[in-house]
């Protein structure tokens, strides 16, 4: 069963040009749908300025959508309010990119993970509290001591590890993982992966795991989603999207990932110039003016996102691919 459904998400901003020109908006998530099952990771990649944030926060009503159906656990989320929301709140955490900006430096790492616990009303007196911090320093591979030392004398690797751990601080069900780990070096990228892979296993955590980079989404995703210019462009099993990616997007930045061996004539297929202004889109399909393989109807026709022929798992908005 879907623990989490979202049916046609919209966000817009409104967009100010000047005192008396003509008001626009930023359309950032263009009607996406998507479930997530419980205990499933869904990967969402894309380049920078695509949505993909935006949509997370929207998802978690951290950012206001502007209309479609949220739904948690078979509950319409949408349309409560911040207090209806509340009971919703310790379900749905977020973990951000840059752990060191989302920890008040003036507090210790035992009144970080603390404050969740007491918002949420969740431990009777301070002792069951600390007791519960340490618990997920533990939980988290953190020392004992961690919780009287502030975050400017931890790594970035192991400040990663308090934000996760204060993501957990309240039992979560679902979490956001929000490009985790692209300020971290390589190496510790992989260890942090690893955790949250445990930590699902252990917690049955359902993730929507945010990046950038289709590398870094590969090993921890069940099924991966592609995002384009406020759409999903292409959705499918790890297996389908890495073996037999059908979205011209979604091959080009599968083609940017380097190969282990670089003489398999595995090819770059190059992205001409930036992705549009999401103020502005192209009309026809977003991705037109990018294309390699773009034909004169692509900038006319708007793709839909439709099953790829006689796949069950596997969507693709192209109309060059078989549905
Ligand atoms: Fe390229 Fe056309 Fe397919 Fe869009 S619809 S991805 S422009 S071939």
Known sequence: ??????????????????????????????????????????GLVGESGCGKSTLGRSLLKLIEPTSGEIRFGG????????????PYRRKMQIIFQDPYSSLNPRMTIGSILEEPLIIHKLFENRKARQARVEELLSIVGLPKDAGTRYPHE????????????RALAVEPEFIVCDEPVSALDVSIQAQIINLLMDLQDKF??????????????????HRVAVMYLGKIVEVGRGDEIYSDPKHPYTKALLSAVPVPDPSSGHKRILLPGEPPQPSNPPSGCPFHPRCSVAIPECSVKVPELLPVKGKDTQSAACILVDH
């Open 1 to 42: 069963m879907a623990l989490v459904e979202i049916k046609n998400l919209v966000k817009t901003f409104p967009l100010k040009t000047g005192w008396f020109s003509e008001s626009r908006s930023i359309h950032a998530v263009q009607g996406v749908s998507f479930s997530i099952e419980a205990g499933e990771t869904l």
């Open 154 to 165: 931890f790594s970035g690797g192991q400040r990663q590890r308090v934000g996760i751990a």
């Open 75 to 86: 509950n319409e989320l949408a349309s409560l309010s911040p207090s209806e929301m509340k």
């Open 204 to 221: 049955h955590l359902t993730y929507l795991f945010i990046s950038h980079d289709l590398r870094v989404v590969e090993h921890i995703s």
